[in-house]
């Protein structure tokens, strides 16, 4: 008894493909990019927020205890709105100054 088997194609039944397979993706939204941080309460829009300088603990600390001349440059920085109209406002809202030193 032979072990072998031979299998028959009938090319009648073989239908070639001219399909090619294309990966597609889900369309893109564009998204309008954010301004930025809304203004502070009661501040008017359009203005920007900043780090500046004041004379606060550690700059009164420097000159008390390394070096006088500290004083004429401030050591700390706080985060301020600075309207549009140049006005600084706190985080939270408060007008405030900022400037060389507001101690």
Do not use: W
């Amino acid at each position: 008894q032979s072990l072998t088997q031979t299998a028959s194609i009938d090319m009648a039944d073989y239908k070639p493909t001219t399909e090619i397979p294309v990966a597609t993706a889900a369309p893109v939204v564009a998204v309008a990019p954010v301004a930025g941080r809304p203004a502070p309460p009661g501040a008017p829009p359009g203005g920007h927020y900043a780090m500046k300088p004041y004379c606060g603990v550690v700059t009164i600390l420097i000159t008390a205890f390394i070096c006088v001349c500290a004083g004429f440059c401030p050591c700390d920085s706080k985060e301020v709105y600075i309207a549009p109209n140049g006005q600084a406002y706190t985080p939270e809202g408060t007008m405030t100054k900022f400037g060389p030193c507001t101690c």
